[in-house]
Protein backbone atom coordinates (compact mmCIF):
# COMPACT_ATOMS: atom_id res chain seq x y z
CA UNK A 1 0.00 0.00 0.00
CA UNK A 2 2.63 2.55 -1.14
CA UNK A 3 1.07 6.00 -1.68
CA UNK A 4 2.60 9.11 -3.68
CA UNK A 5 3.21 12.73 -2.02
CA UNK A 6 1.10 15.29 -2.42
CA UNK A 7 -0.22 18.17 -0.05
CA UNK A 8 -3.91 18.07 2.04
CA UNK A 9 -4.53 19.24 5.05
CA UNK A 10 -8.23 18.40 5.46
CA UNK A 11 -9.31 15.40 7.77
CA UNK A 12 -11.95 13.38 5.58
CA UNK A 13 -13.00 10.83 8.09
CA UNK A 14 -15.95 9.75 10.14
CA UNK A 15 -17.22 11.42 12.91
CA UNK A 16 -15.19 9.62 15.66
CA UNK A 17 -13.04 10.39 18.01
CA UNK A 18 -9.31 11.85 16.59
CA UNK A 19 -6.68 9.34 15.77
CA UNK A 20 -3.65 9.17 18.57
CA UNK A 21 -1.93 10.89 15.79
CA UNK A 22 -3.70 13.77 15.29
CA UNK A 23 -6.86 15.31 12.99
CA UNK A 24 -3.97 16.22 10.38
CA UNK A 25 -1.89 12.41 10.85
CA UNK A 26 1.05 14.96 11.98
CA UNK A 27 1.83 13.63 15.35
CA UNK A 28 4.05 11.15 15.49
CA UNK A 29 3.09 7.97 16.77
CA UNK A 30 3.94 6.82 20.02
CA UNK A 31 7.55 4.97 19.88
CA UNK A 32 7.86 4.84 16.04
CA UNK A 33 10.72 5.81 13.85
CA UNK A 34 11.40 7.40 10.33
CA UNK A 35 7.58 9.21 10.81
CA UNK A 36 6.39 10.58 7.46
CA UNK A 37 2.91 12.28 6.37
CA UNK A 38 1.70 11.96 3.61
CA UNK A 39 -1.13 13.16 1.23
CA UNK A 40 -2.99 12.99 -2.02
CA UNK A 41 -4.44 15.71 -3.38
CA UNK A 42 -6.90 13.08 -5.43
CA UNK A 43 -7.96 11.26 -2.84
CA UNK A 44 -9.74 7.71 -4.28
CA UNK A 45 -9.87 4.22 -2.73
CA UNK A 46 -6.56 3.66 -3.14
CA UNK A 47 -4.56 6.60 -1.43
CA UNK A 48 -7.67 8.09 1.32
CA UNK A 49 -6.35 11.55 1.53
CA UNK A 50 -3.94 11.66 4.50
CA UNK A 51 -1.68 9.40 5.83
CA UNK A 52 1.16 8.58 8.23
CA UNK A 53 3.94 6.04 7.55
CA UNK A 54 6.60 4.99 9.60
CA UNK A 55 8.23 1.60 11.61
CA UNK A 56 6.94 0.44 15.21
CA UNK A 57 8.49 -1.88 17.44
CA UNK A 58 10.44 -3.00 14.00
CA UNK A 59 7.75 -3.53 11.85
CA UNK A 60 6.52 -0.77 8.97
CA UNK A 61 3.23 0.92 9.38
CA UNK A 62 0.46 2.96 7.92
CA UNK A 63 -2.45 5.04 9.59
CA UNK A 64 -4.74 6.61 6.56
CA UNK A 65 -7.76 9.17 7.11
CA UNK A 66 -9.75 6.94 5.87
CA UNK A 67 -9.63 5.10 9.71
CA UNK A 68 -7.82 2.08 8.04
CA UNK A 69 -4.13 0.79 8.75
CA UNK A 70 -1.13 -1.32 7.46
CA UNK A 71 1.19 -3.10 9.22
CA UNK A 72 4.00 -5.42 7.44
CA UNK A 73 7.48 -6.18 7.41
CA UNK A 74 8.22 -4.20 4.79
CA UNK A 75 6.47 -1.38 2.56
CA UNK A 76 7.73 -1.52 -0.79
CA UNK A 77 7.90 -5.57 -0.79
CA UNK A 78 6.13 -6.98 1.81
CA UNK A 79 5.91 -10.57 2.65
CA UNK A 80 3.11 -10.48 5.19
CA UNK A 81 0.77 -7.69 6.43
CA UNK A 82 -2.17 -7.18 8.36
CA UNK A 83 -4.69 -4.75 7.13
CA UNK A 84 -7.17 -2.83 9.27
CA UNK A 85 -10.38 -1.05 8.37
CA UNK A 86 -12.53 1.01 10.91
CA UNK A 87 -16.39 1.85 10.44
CA UNK A 88 -17.94 4.91 11.46
CA UNK A 89 -19.80 2.54 14.05
CA UNK A 90 -16.38 2.16 15.77
CA UNK A 91 -16.33 -1.04 14.62
CA UNK A 92 -12.91 -2.53 12.99
CA UNK A 93 -12.52 -5.26 10.65
CA UNK A 94 -8.83 -7.05 9.56
CA UNK A 95 -7.65 -9.00 6.76
CA UNK A 96 -4.18 -10.83 6.00
CA UNK A 97 -2.19 -13.98 7.10
CA UNK A 98 1.00 -15.30 7.95
CA UNK A 99 2.07 -12.34 10.33
CA UNK A 100 3.93 -13.46 13.13
CA UNK A 101 2.50 -13.65 16.84
CA UNK A 102 4.76 -10.38 17.54
CA UNK A 103 2.74 -8.46 15.24
CA UNK A 104 -1.01 -9.06 16.41
CA UNK A 105 -0.40 -6.76 19.69
CA UNK A 106 0.70 -3.99 17.77
CA UNK A 107 -2.14 -4.08 15.01
CA UNK A 108 -4.43 -4.03 18.23
CA UNK A 109 -2.69 -0.67 19.18
CA UNK A 110 -3.04 0.49 16.14
CA UNK A 111 -6.54 -0.20 15.70
CA UNK A 112 -7.11 1.89 19.02
CA UNK A 113 -4.84 4.90 17.85
CA UNK A 114 -7.63 4.61 14.49
CA UNK A 115 -10.58 4.78 16.98
CA UNK A 116 -8.96 7.52 19.18
CA UNK A 117 -8.14 5.60 22.28
CA UNK A 118 -4.95 6.35 24.13
CA UNK A 119 -1.93 4.39 23.11
CA UNK A 120 1.89 4.86 23.90
CA UNK A 121 5.24 3.58 23.29
CA UNK A 122 5.14 0.87 25.80
CA UNK A 123 2.17 -0.74 24.22
CA UNK A 124 4.63 -0.95 20.87
CA UNK A 125 6.96 -3.41 22.30
CA UNK A 126 9.92 -4.85 20.18
CA UNK A 127 10.68 -8.31 19.73
CA UNK A 128 13.23 -9.88 22.39
CA UNK A 129 16.28 -11.95 20.93
CA UNK A 130 14.34 -15.06 22.71
CA UNK A 131 12.55 -15.35 19.34
CA UNK A 132 15.41 -15.51 17.04
CA UNK A 133 17.26 -18.02 19.42
CA UNK A 134 14.65 -20.15 19.57
CA UNK A 135 15.65 -21.33 23.09
CA UNK A 136 13.29 -23.92 24.79
CA UNK A 137 12.35 -22.87 28.51
CA UNK A 138 14.16 -25.90 29.35
CA UNK A 139 16.68 -25.52 27.69
CA UNK A 140 19.26 -24.69 30.81
CA UNK A 141 21.10 -22.08 29.09
CA UNK A 142 21.32 -19.45 32.31
CA UNK A 143 20.77 -16.34 29.68
CA UNK A 144 17.67 -17.32 27.62
CA UNK A 145 18.16 -13.73 26.19
CA UNK A 146 21.64 -14.80 24.67
CA UNK A 147 20.73 -15.41 20.80
CA UNK A 148 22.40 -18.79 19.94
CA UNK A 149 21.32 -21.43 18.40
CA UNK A 150 18.74 -23.79 20.10
CA UNK A 151 20.93 -26.66 19.32
CA UNK A 152 23.52 -25.34 20.83
CA UNK A 153 21.30 -24.46 23.81
CA UNK A 154 20.03 -27.82 24.42
CA UNK A 155 23.44 -29.31 23.94
CA UNK A 156 24.83 -27.46 27.11
CA UNK A 157 21.78 -28.93 29.02
CA UNK A 158 22.43 -32.03 27.79
CA UNK A 159 26.50 -31.91 28.59
CA UNK A 160 25.33 -30.43 32.45
CA UNK A 161 23.20 -33.23 32.73
CA UNK A 162 25.09 -35.90 31.69
CA UNK A 163 27.72 -34.84 34.52
CA UNK A 164 26.10 -34.15 36.90
CA UNK A 165 24.56 -37.75 36.63
CA UNK A 166 27.74 -39.92 35.60
CA UNK A 167 28.35 -42.27 38.67
CA UNK A 168 31.62 -41.85 40.66
CA UNK A 169 34.41 -44.15 39.89
CA UNK A 170 34.09 -47.62 42.17
CA UNK A 171 36.82 -47.94 44.86
CA UNK A 172 37.79 -51.61 46.39
CA UNK A 173 36.88 -51.44 49.99
CA UNK A 174 39.63 -51.69 52.36
CA UNK A 175 40.14 -55.39 53.58
CA UNK A 176 39.91 -55.67 57.44
CA UNK A 177 40.83 -59.39 57.42
CA UNK A 178 44.23 -60.16 59.02
CA UNK A 179 44.40 -63.49 57.50
CA UNK A 180 44.48 -62.55 54.16
CA UNK A 181 48.09 -62.13 52.60
CA UNK A 182 49.31 -58.05 53.01
CA UNK A 183 49.76 -58.06 49.34
CA UNK A 184 45.77 -58.41 49.10
CA UNK A 185 45.23 -56.17 52.53
CA UNK A 186 47.14 -53.36 50.95
CA UNK A 187 44.35 -51.33 48.57
CA UNK A 188 45.21 -48.11 47.59
CA UNK A 189 43.87 -45.34 49.71
CA UNK A 190 40.07 -44.02 47.60
CA UNK A 191 40.62 -41.00 45.59
CA UNK A 192 39.00 -38.08 46.47
CA UNK A 193 36.33 -37.24 43.87
CA UNK A 194 36.05 -33.24 43.43
CA UNK A 195 33.09 -31.38 44.05
CA UNK A 196 30.39 -31.67 40.92
CA UNK A 197 30.11 -28.10 41.18
CA UNK A 198 33.73 -27.35 40.12
CA UNK A 199 33.56 -30.22 37.78
CA UNK A 200 35.11 -28.35 34.20
CA UNK A 201 32.85 -29.99 31.70
CA UNK A 202 35.29 -28.79 29.11
CA UNK A 203 34.70 -25.72 26.38
CA UNK A 204 31.04 -24.37 26.39
CA UNK A 205 29.39 -24.06 22.87
CA UNK A 206 28.24 -20.51 23.92
CA UNK A 207 31.25 -17.94 23.41
CA UNK A 208 32.80 -16.40 26.30
CA UNK A 209 32.05 -13.14 24.63
CA UNK A 210 29.06 -11.33 23.35
CA UNK A 211 29.27 -11.59 19.46
CA UNK A 212 27.34 -12.43 16.43
CA UNK A 213 23.63 -12.27 16.59
CA UNK A 214 24.05 -11.13 20.23
CA UNK A 215 25.32 -8.15 19.10
CA UNK A 216 22.12 -7.43 16.86
CA UNK A 217 18.69 -6.14 16.88
CA UNK A 218 16.48 -9.62 15.86
CA UNK A 219 14.68 -8.20 12.82
CA UNK A 220 11.56 -8.70 12.07
CA UNK A 221 11.67 -11.38 9.27
CA UNK A 222 14.87 -14.00 8.66
CA UNK A 223 16.27 -11.52 5.76
CA UNK A 224 16.19 -8.54 8.24
CA UNK A 225 18.19 -10.21 10.40
CA UNK A 226 20.24 -11.78 8.10
CA UNK A 227 21.21 -8.02 6.82
CA UNK A 228 22.01 -7.37 10.61
CA UNK A 229 24.14 -9.60 10.82
CA UNK A 230 25.88 -9.04 7.52
CA UNK A 231 26.69 -5.60 8.58
CA UNK A 232 28.06 -6.19 11.55
CA UNK A 233 30.17 -8.60 10.00
CA UNK A 234 31.55 -5.37 7.76
CA UNK A 235 29.59 -5.98 4.66
CA UNK A 236 27.19 -3.85 3.08
CA UNK A 237 23.96 -6.03 1.97
CA UNK A 238 22.15 -2.54 1.56
CA UNK A 239 19.26 -1.51 3.13
CA UNK A 240 18.16 -3.68 6.07
CA UNK A 241 14.64 -3.65 4.44
CA UNK A 242 13.93 -7.69 4.89
CA UNK A 243 14.03 -8.12 0.79
CA UNK A 244 16.66 -10.67 -0.12
CA UNK A 245 18.17 -9.09 -3.52
CA UNK A 246 21.31 -9.04 -4.88
CA UNK A 247 23.03 -7.06 -2.99
CA UNK A 248 22.53 -9.00 0.46
CA UNK A 249 23.49 -12.45 -1.50
CA UNK A 250 26.59 -10.68 -2.69
CA UNK A 251 27.69 -9.50 0.89
CA UNK A 252 26.65 -13.06 1.95
CA UNK A 253 29.18 -14.62 -0.39
CA UNK A 254 31.86 -12.15 0.60
CA UNK A 255 31.39 -12.56 4.20
CA UNK A 256 31.52 -16.48 3.99
CA UNK A 257 32.17 -18.43 0.91
CA UNK A 258 31.00 -18.85 -2.89
CA UNK A 259 29.30 -22.04 -1.07
CA UNK A 260 27.13 -19.62 0.63
CA UNK A 261 24.74 -18.61 -2.30
CA UNK A 262 23.09 -22.28 -1.79
CA UNK A 263 22.13 -21.99 1.74
CA UNK A 264 18.66 -20.97 3.19
CA UNK A 265 18.53 -17.79 4.90
CA UNK A 266 18.52 -20.19 8.08
CA UNK A 267 21.19 -21.76 7.54
CA UNK A 268 23.47 -18.68 6.55
CA UNK A 269 22.63 -17.09 9.66
CA UNK A 270 24.02 -19.89 11.66
CA UNK A 271 26.92 -20.14 9.73
CA UNK A 272 27.43 -16.18 10.07
CA UNK A 273 26.83 -16.38 13.29
CA UNK A 274 29.33 -19.39 14.06
CA UNK A 275 32.02 -16.91 12.18
CA UNK A 276 31.71 -14.22 13.97
CA UNK A 277 32.15 -16.06 17.32
CA UNK A 278 35.36 -17.67 15.90
CA UNK A 279 37.09 -15.09 14.98
Known amino acids: MRRAAAILLVWAGPALSEPCVGANFDRPLPGASSVERRSSDVPTARYPGIWQEGRVAGFAYQLASDLSAVLSDSLDAPSWQIAIECGNDGGCTRSGDEAPDAAIPVADALQRCLLGQEVEAADFAIPTARGIAGLPEDAGVTDPDRAI ?105 QALDPDAADLSIEGAIRALNAKLCQE
Open 149 to 253: DSVAGIATAAGIESAANAPSPSVPAPNDDPERPAAVRDVPAPVAQPDPALVDLGPSVQPDRECGLQLITPGTSTVQTLQRLLIEAGQDPGPDDGVMGQRTRTALV
